[in-house]
């Protein structure tokens, strides 16, 4: 996870926004360069939402299925998913190398536009509609799915504990099993909001685009709404690309501890050196 949202940083954000908006010979110009970026962009994007699925699924066999746990919960099994789902991805984005044409003036390429057709096809259509539903919105309904089956064990698994322990409230209170799932349920919505919530604004506003045309004639005559959001949408896109890992790693007690450990050590190298 953390592999694939460095690539999202290194290719949507460095190659496809920062380099051409301030480099003073764009890479833009280039049509090969074009295709070649918006592929890379859209691979690392349905890496980092498919490996976040599959690290959801992960947990969910781990906590849910003990009898599967022991086949599946394994390095080989981590090392086939991980390839398949990267393999797959790279596959499947190969059609966005095609959807640009280049804009010259006498002769002298200027920058890449989208076909028309794009908008117009029947067959970039299909794709279109292929790519939103695999890239977010099957991957809301099955993280959403799988951590709803998730919680429900968790609580009836606690349920179960309660009437074993025969004991009451204040004393399941301090039970480090019962604060273990309880921190679980929260890891587990905290996931499913920030990526539901950071790529809502991009899917609504792709689909809407898509059925629309709006993307063109907001362009062309900036209307002021719909242009902005569509900034909107890609900035939140990106921004969810980091989230996952930062509340995955951030929850674990012992990356926490490691954490404390890095920030106090210059003091303590300051009190040694005193002493």
């Not at 003091?267 to 050196?273: S, T």
Request: hydrophobic share 45%.
């Amino acid at each position: 996870m953390a592999s694939a949202d460095l690539t999202v940083i290194l290719t949507d954000v460095i190659l496809k926004q920062i380099i051409p908006l301030y480099s003073t010979d764009p890479i833009a110009e280039n049509i090969t360069l074009c295709g070649l970026i918006d592929c890379l962009t859209h691979a690392a994007t349905d890496l980092t939402v498919w490996f976040t699925v599959a690290f959801t699924f992960d947990r969910f066999v781990a906590i849910c299925c003990q009898k599967l746990k022991t086949k599946y919960c394994t390095w080989r099994t981590a090392v086939v998913i991980i390839g398949t789902v990267t393999i797959l991805s790279c596959l499947k984005n190969i059609p966005w190398y095609y959807r640009y044409d280049p804009v010259y003036l006498f002769f002298i390429p200027l920058f890449c536009m989208v076909k028309f057709s794009y908008y117009t096809s029947p067959l970039w259509k299909t794709f279109s509609l292929f790519h939103s539903l695999t890239t977010p919105l099957l991957p809301f309904v099955l993280i959403a799915f799988l951590n709803a089956l998730t919680v429900r064990n968790i609580l009836l698994a606690s349920k179960a504990r309660r009437r074993l322990r025969g004991q009451g409230d204040k004393e399941n209170q301090n039970d480090p099993e019962m604060e273990n799932r309880r921190k679980s349920i929260l890891l587990l919505f905290s996931i499913s909001a920030s990526f539901i919530l950071l790529w809502m604004t991009q899917a609504v506003y792709t689909i809407h685009e898509r059925i629309t045309l709006n993307h063109i004639i907001d362009r062309l005559l900036k209307n002021r709404l719909p242009f902005v959001i569509g900034y909107i949408g890609p900035m939140l896109q990106l921004l969810s690309s980091c989230s996952n890992t930062c509340i995955y790693v951030v929850t674990q007690s012992k990356f926490r501890e490691d954490l404390k450990n890095v920030l106090i050590y210059p003091f303590l190298l300051v009190q040694l050196l005193v002493k």
